[in-house]
């Protein structure tokens, strides 16, 4: 056995069996820039909260990341027991949900007859929406019905939608849509 | 939900998505579940790693189907047909599960002496009164035992006159029992006729009844999961109570890796029920009052909902604290709980009667919650023309739908179109504080990240801001119809003050009320056993109570998972009481041993006294299983030690239906309102004989195989869209992944039609006409039933629509309004049409509307004076062998379908003369 081989330091049989491993398997972390050691992940520093998919019925876990008042990006929950941090492409795309160029995100108003949407205030369209609704209540509100039946209704006014949204929202749908009066109230769940 | 909730009590999924990875067999019908709930599939998946079968039985060669151990093809609409065939399989073999079957459901009890079966009456229940096309379901019950004590209390509700028990036969030899009844009502369902009706290959159903018998009974257990292409159809309920059965039969529901898993296909369909914004349901499935049952006062309504036995004794109780939480000091005993206000219901104020009334002028103004019929509903252009008439409507969305702003489509001028209308940004799920009730029963917690852009506030903030305007308009009224609104508990202020500012609720406020507290001192109450008829609880919504136990423990948002507990009961909270698998006492035989180790769930514990196990028991914790309930006794105390179905009168799985289906107490093959073909197993009732329908000239029906529209149609999704396409196809990233409107056909029908993929072709009904591209594929196939007949299938994703980034033309332009008589769902399905080469003329559905579609006289009925149904297919000849069709054969067949289509024509049009 040569001489040169005994005298082998450990240091020297490390880097060598390192470099093999290297070469053939790939197993240590390739060599990194000083840029890519600069590069953070965009989510770095944002705060996670959990959420829920908002598409199918499964329930996926989500959690959304955000910068200030900035979605980062939206992705599946490792720690749901449901999906295990996977989402299908509906899921996966809840990030664009909220953040696209095409959400409106002021309040739109079409006079009758016209052709255009226009802007219009929050609190205007809320008071003109209420004052529709009690207008329409009060002309066609019915303690009896024609065959002297106890109603207390107006079929006039109708609610449509829930399956969409959260249970207190229902909840609270419910509870004024009937004070107001009307049995007109209906979503996608229908069986 | 009343196809699982007549059979079993709750109209719930009876287990939860993890459970399925403890099946041995998982059967997939009417539903595309890879596709449609791709990551609830990954259970069924890890169930197959593990040596499990799944079965996939559909219209369509799906993902679903791919993954499946054995696809199975059949007809759209012809899912009882194929059930029942199961059903008639398993109990002419004797291989129902006995024990469970004798303990556990009504096998024994006899059925009422007047009682008369489809099979005596050709078709038809007893009870039927063709004038108003209903049935009264008097005999559809159990035959009193005169001489049993008559049962205590003042359950109005109780399904056998008298308060007596019902007679028995244990032995089950009566004639009248359950179980024999059953027996003669499927015995037509044989294999052949099951081949015949569905197109279902023999060998295959065959094969899938030999896996459910192998896979059920002690130490297995199967497991069914459906969605949408069971419900929305006119015989929907019927094809859920079918499977529901036979999974009673079988013995597989209440236990790990069997039950029936309901995929809804919303984030909160099942909440939107639970938490009822639907006409006819109160939160918590109380029942809204009604003219026709005369609820006029509070003691006459729940008089007739109030069982005897299990927690619908307590219905005063959850009735007077739903009124206290509404309407707070103003609610008391002393004015009936301020019940004399409340509006009642005369018939069906269902989404389908509303938009007739709308269009009829009856309805003035429409407020949408993310919700786009203009696309999503059914003969939509019908939907679209029905808002032309509103006076005002508003619409809370994200995006600006076509329903918002149906007055721009390309076959309307705004000017002439008179609507008021106001459109309203909302909040996403990630800018709002919310549960959600997913598919499982399961309340997930979803916190707000970030604040809304904008305007955009949540319907929560809405609707709460919208009450406090009226409330102020009203304020000062001294009529006393407007005192509801007044009366009102309306205080749900927030407490951080940015919120307050925007008019946003404290959603933790709104949970409390739903889930309940005392009157005095406001402490929350734990579980809906807590609730009292005297006026001292509040509680929005009973099934909910017990989610938000106390201040700062809202059980829904913990974020706990185990992963040694695949049930995970430290995630969310499930109704009710947390419980993940409903009847879980069938999990233990009738001595509370578990049926085997292998399929253990809960079990009797002698030691404590008291059920325990892998989940919460869904029973009296402390119900021995040798307790015999005594005849007076009332509530839980009524429910004997061996009844595991909690909400039913006697606690045993309903397989003959007394409680309360309009058509029929047990699922029976009808065709769908438009089919090609005749009802080959009662030719002389097509359809389901009480089925909801509206016959006016803007919803033309066609009839049974009219030469005109020779296809079934059908409609569904794409993994990529979501419903009408509102939350994805203004999604740069979805709307690249489907990017056109398309249907699928078989290369079989393309031949026929001279249509090459990728051509455009144009689909057409009585209703409207759409144009899409044509994907000829293989996975769709013509059903061979029989006698040379073959039927072609077209189907149709319905997502598609005027606006976004990707639009075309919506499908649902193509059904009819018609719907199952239980919970008026419409028949999306299955209904027919017909397909050419080409695109569409560009205003063809005004030119439609405009047209006098005439109606022929049409009945669910053949008689010699009307023109019938067609005989049933295999009445001239044996059956057809069965193996791969060539091309050729199919292509002979389908002309002499055409052929004897043509000269049926001719004959009606001579018919037609004669009448002219």
Request: charged share 25%; with cysteine.
């Amino acid at each position: 056995m040569p001489e040169e081989s005994r005298q082998l330091d450990l240091s020297t049989l490390l880097g060598r069996v390192g470099n093999a491993i290297r070469e053939r398997v790939g197993a240590l972390p390739n060599v990194l820039s000083a840029r890519s050691k600069r590069l953070r992940p965009r989510i770095a520093g944002a705060t996670a909260t959990p959420g829920v998919c908002p598409y199918c019925a499964v329930g996926c876990g989500t959690t959304v990341y955000s910068k200030g008042n900035q979605i980062l990006g939206i992705e599946g929950n490792p720690a749901s027991p449901i999906n295990g941090g996977t989402l299908c492409p509906k899921g996966a795309a809840t990030f664009q949900l909220h953040v696209n160029p095409n959400r409106w995100t002021t309040v739109k108003y079409r006079a009758p007859f016209a052709k255009a949407w226009s802007d219009v205030p929050y609190a205007w369209a809320m008071e003109r929406i209420a004052q529709r609704i009690k207008d329409t209540r009060d002309r066609t509100f019915r303690e009896h019905d024609e065959h002297g039946n106890r109603v207390n209704r107006t079929t006039a006014i109708a609610s449509l939608g829930g399956a969409t949204l959260d249970n207190e929202e229902n909840y609270l749908i419910g509870k004024l849509f009937r004070n107001i009066g009307t049995p007109f109230i209906e979503n996608q769940a229908r069986i | 939900m009343p196809g699982l909730g007549t059979l079993y009590g709750l109209g719930g999924a009876t287990t939860h998505l993890m459970d399925l990875q403890h099946a041995d067999l998982i059967v997939i019908q009417g539903s595309n579940f890879a596709e449609n709930h791709p990551v609830g599939f990954r259970f069924a998946l890890m169930a197959k790693e593990r040596g499990a079968t799944i079965v996939h039985v559909d219209p369509r060669f799906t993902r679903t189907s791919a993954l499946a151990d054995l696809y199975i093809p059949i007809r759209s609409g012809t899912d009882i047909a194929f059930t029942g065939g199961l059903i008639n399989y398993v109990l002419s073999n004797d291989a129902w599960f006995k024990e469970y079957v004798l303990a556990y459901t009504s096998a024994a009890l006899l059925v009422d002496p007047e009682f008369r079966d489809t099979e005596e009456l050709d078709g038809m229940f007893s009870g039927y009164d063709p004038v108003s096309h209903t049935y009264d379901p008097k005999t559809w019950s159990y035959e009193v035992d005169e001489s049993s004590p008559p049962a205590g209390g003042e359950g109005g509700a109780s399904v056998h006159e008298g308060g007596k028990r019902p007679k028995s036969d244990p032995t089950l030899q009566h004639p009248r029992c359950v179980i024999n009844v059953l027996k003669r009502h499927y015995a037509r369902y044989t294999p052949e006729a099951v081949e015949r009706i569905t197109g279902a290959p023999q060998e295959s159903f065959l094969k899938l009844a030999r896996l459910l018998i192998a896979n059920s009974g002690r130490d297995r257990t199967a497991v069914y999961a459906y969605a949408m292409g069971w419900a929305q159809h006119t015989v929907g309920v019927q094809n859920i109570r079918a499977a529901a059965t036979l999974q009673a039969l079988l013995g597989n529901t209440g236990r790990p890796g069997g039950g029936i898993m309901a995929l809804r296909g919303h984030a909160s369909i099942q909440g939107s029920t639970d938490i009822a914004t639907l006409y006819d349901s109160f939160p918590g499935y109380l029942k809204v009052p009604t003219v026709e049952k005369n609820e006029t006062t509070f003691a006459a309504w729940t008089k007739n909902h109030t069982m005897r036995s299990g927690r619908w004794a307590e219905y005063p109780a959850f009735a007077v604290s739903l009124l206290k939480a509404w309407y707070g000091e103003h609610a008391r005993a002393d004015n009936d709980w301020n019940f004399a206000r409340l509006p009642l219901n005369t018939g069906d104020h269902s989404d389908l009667p509303m938009f007739f009334a709308m269009k009829d002028g009856e309805v003035e103004g429409l407020v949408l919650y993310g919700q786009n019929p203009a696309v999503g509903g059914q003969n939509a252009a019908l939907q679209r023309g029905a808002m032309e008439r509103l006076k005002w409507l508003v619409v809370r969305d994200i995006f600006e739908t076509e329903s918002a702003s149906f007055w721009k489509r390309e076959d309307s001028n705004p000017e002439d179109i008179g609507t008021e209308i106001f459109f309203l940004p909302v909040s996403g799920v990630a800018e709002k504080a919310g549960t959600f009730t997913n598919t499982m029963r399961l309340l997930q917690f979803h916190e707000k990240a970030v604040e809304p852009p904008g305007e955009a506030r949540s319907d929560l903030g809405f609707t709460y801001e919208l009450g406090k305007r009226l409330r102020a308009l009203y304020a000062d009224s001294t009529n006393p119809l407007d005192r509801p609104l007044l009366d009102l508990t309306w205080d749900y202020e927030s407490d951080d003050p940015h919120e307050r500012e925007r008019g946003e609720a404290d959603v933790e406020k709104v949970m409390r009320e739903i889930n309940g507290f005392r009157v005095e001192g406001g402490e929350h109450v734990r579980d809906s056993h807590d609730l009292r008829d005297d006026g001292s609880t509040a509680c929005g919504a009973w099934i909910y109570c017990g989610m938000f136990p106390e201040p700062g423990r809202n059980l829904t948002r913990r974020r706990t998972a185990d992963p040694a507990q695949p049930a995970a009961p430290g995630w969310g909270w499930s109704w009710p009481d947390n419980v993940r698998t409903l009847y879980n006492r069938a999990s233990a035989d009738p001595d509370g041993n578990p049926w085997s180790e292998r399929k253990r769930l809960i079990w009797w514990d002698d030691a404590s006294g008291a059920w325990q196990g892998n989940d919460v028991p869904n029973f009296p914790l402390h119900t021995a299983p040798s307790y015999r309930a005594p005849a007076d006794a009332r509530g839980d105390a009524a429910i004997d030690g061996d009844a595991p179905f909690v909400m039913l009168e006697y606690g045993r799985s309903e397989i003959f239906g007394v409680n309360g289906t309009a058509d029929g107490p047990m699922p029976t093959h009808y065709e769908p309102r438009e089919s090609p073909v005749g009802n080959a197993l009662y030719p002389n009732v097509q359809y389901n004989p009480v089925l909801k329908e509206w016959r006016r000239r803007d919803n033309p029906y066609h009839a049974i195989g009219d030469p005109k529209y020779p296809y079934v149609v059908t409609t569904y999704r794409l993994t990529e869209h979501h419903a009408s396409g509102v939350m994805s196809r203004q999604l740069p990233w979805l709307a690249e992944l489907q990017p056109a409107a398309f249907c699928e056909l078989s290369p079989e029908l393309a031949v026929e039609k001279e249509i090459r993929n990728g051509d455009w072709v144009t689909i057409e009904t009585a209703r409207g006409e759409i144009e899409a591209r044509a994907l000829v594929t293989g996975r769709m196939q013509p059903f061979r039933l029989g006698a040379g007949r073959f039927v072609h299938q077209i189907g149709i994703p319905y997502h598609f629509g005027y606006k976004g980034e990707v639009r075309g033309d919506s499908a649902n332009d193509l059904p009819p309004l018609v719907a199952d008589p239980n919970v008026t769902i419409h028949e999306g399905k299955a209904f027919t049409g017909n397909i050419r080469r080409g695109r569409r003329s560009p205003f063809s559905s005004r030119t439609l509307e405009l047209e006098v579609v005439p109606q022929t006289e049409q009945t669910p009925f053949g008689s010699p004076e009307r023109p019938g149904p067609m005989p049933g297919p295999g009445a001239e000849g044996g059956m057809v062998e069965h193996e791969i069709v060539p091309p050729a054969e199919v292509m002979e067949a389908a002309r002499i379908v055409h052929a004897r289509a043509e000269a049926r024509a001719a004959e009606e049009e001579e018919g037609t003369d004669e009448h002219a």
